[in-house]
Structures are given as C-alpha cells and as structure tokens.
C-alpha cells in the first residue's frame, strides 16, 4: 500500500490522492470526493465514491493533499479509520477501502458488513 496522506476521518494514499486530483482537474470544477456507506450489496454496506459540489449539515470534511472528503454523519462512524488506496497494475486497477471496522466483505470487495453494536 502507498504512503498516506494526513487525515482525521478518510485518509487517502498518495497514490488516491494523485488519481483523485488527476481526475477532479478533468471535471473542472470545485468539488469534493465524499465518501458514504449505503446499504445494499451482498455483505450488507456498500461504499460509494463520487463527486459532489454540495455540502450537507453534519458533513466531517478532511483534506488529503489536494483532495477535499466529505463524509455524511450517518456514514462516519462504518468509515472511522478507513484508508483509501488506488492500485494501477496490469492485473487490477481501481480504488480500494481498507476499513478496520468491516468485519467481512463480500468475494468481489464491493461491500462489507460492519458490527454495528462497535462502530455505533
């Protein structure tokens, strides 16, 4: 895994940081990475990455490197710790969430199932 950036909530690598800025400087426009947990998927929670120009009341906002994150209140406490990682290899390439608060996750990582009664 890359060095990680700085932050209280959501860090991310040096290698996500570099993709996220790369891509955000596409869009051309101000905007931050929030980062959320909706239910779903075969583990019970799914991540969601994207893009988004609004802030919400209760919004935890960090800075890694360039790259403002966003997290919503009722997502922060299933993403406490979490590291985003971006891998680009000729086998794989794409974003990965290491989460210590994910006690399993599905065979194609993209959801995981979370012990509520700790991470509430």
Known sequence: MSETV????????TAAAAKVTNLLAAEGADLALRVAVESG???????????????????????????????DPASRPY??????????TLSRQGFTINNPNAVSQCA?????QCDSAEAL
């Open 41 to 71: 998927g075969c583990a019970g929670w799914r991540y969601q990455l994207y893009f988004d120009d609004q802030s919400q009341p209760g919004d935890v906002e960090t800075v890694c490197g360039q790259v403002r994150v966003v997290v």
């Open 6 to 13: 700085s932050a209280t909530e959501v860090s991310l690598t």
């Open 108 to 112: 194609c990582g993209d959801s995981f």
């Open 79 to 88: 993403l406490q710790g979490a590291v985003i990682d971006f891998t680009d």
